[in-house]
């Protein structure tokens, strides 16, 4: 039997839920990186990084390379730094939008009242 797309889509946005794991792939959406390279940028102990590479590198988001004793990572495709940009436009136009109602509020204008009238 075969997994319901629903069900992979929701695993999938579960592997991004993680705020260090959104950092490094922003990271490598600019280009690959060794573990060390990003440690400076996630501020976390280099255990714990490394169990967050790891669960990238399960889900296929992220693959590696190794040269010498370094091991590189980068994106497995373009596609997620697609991704954190759509979502980050998303967020900017949610926030936008709250920001909005924050003004409203602040002024003591009712929001409801102010659509009404447009």
Do not use: N
């Not at 669960?55 to 988001?61: A, D, I, M, N």
């Not at 040269?67 to 497995?76: I, K, N, T």
Request: no cysteine; glycine share 6%.
């Amino acid at each position: 039997m075969t997994t319901p797309l629903h069900q992979l889509k929701a695993e999938f946005f579960k592997t991004l839920g993680h705020p260090m794991r959104i950092r490094v792939l922003e990271l490598l959406s600019e280009r690959e990186h060794a573990v060390g390279e990003m440690l400076p940028h996630v501020h976390a102990e280099p255990a714990h990084l490394s169990q967050q590479l790891a669960v990238l590198r399960r889900s296929g988001l992220v693959t590696t390379r190794k040269e010498g004793s370094a091991v590189y990572y980068s994106l497995a495709s373009p596609q997620v730094a697609e991704l954190l940009e759509v979502a980050r436009e998303i967020l900017t136009t949610v926030l936008a939008g709250q920001a909005e109602l924050l003004d409203y509020l602040r002024s003591g204008a009712d929001p409801e009242s102010a659509q009404a009238g447009e």
